[in-house]
């Protein structure tokens, strides 16, 4: 199961954090990613991280304004989301893929490669 939050309402060129805390004892072999979906529109991928945390992706829309990252030991994924633009405006989910791959090098960016879903969080951008 997996339980986000931190979404809320910001003024463009702020931040915000997400957290997604996963349950269970092997959230350590499960890649994660980070979707997002604005109103009227298909959910998109936005960032993700592989299961050792040695490898990460991002969407062109979000490079080098948002940071995902994961501490193992608290079942935990972050968004880190700086610079946020009125286009952020989104529910973020969060998604888990079970990954037994060798090294635990590898990221998901496509919806339908993840196992498990969060229920959203609501990120708004306000001018």
């Known amino acids: 199961q997996l339980q986000a939050s931190g979404g809320g309402l910001v003024q463009a060129g702020g931040s915000l954090r997400l957290s997604c805390a996963a349950s269970?004892?092997?959230?350590?072999?499960?890649?994660m990613g980070w979707f997002r979906q604005a109103p009227g529109k298909e959910r998109e991928f936005a960032a993700a991280i592989s299961r050792s945390d040695s490898s990460t992706s991002y969407a062109d829309s979000v490079k080098g304004r948002f940071t995902i990252s994961r501490d193992n030991a608290k079942s935990t994924v972050y968004l880190q989301m700086n610079s946020l633009k009125l286009e952020d405006t989104a529910v973020y989910y969060c998604?888990?893929?079970?990954?037994?791959?060798?090294?635990?090098?590898?990221?998901?960016?496509?919806?339908?490669?993840?196992?498990?879903w969060g229920q959203g969080t609501q990120v708004t951008v306000s001018s």
């Open positions: 269970g004892r092997t959230f350590s072999m499960y890649a």
């Open positions: 998604a888990a893929k079970w990954s037994n791959d060798y090294g635990g090098s590898r990221y998901y960016t496509t919806n339908n490669e993840y196992d498990h």
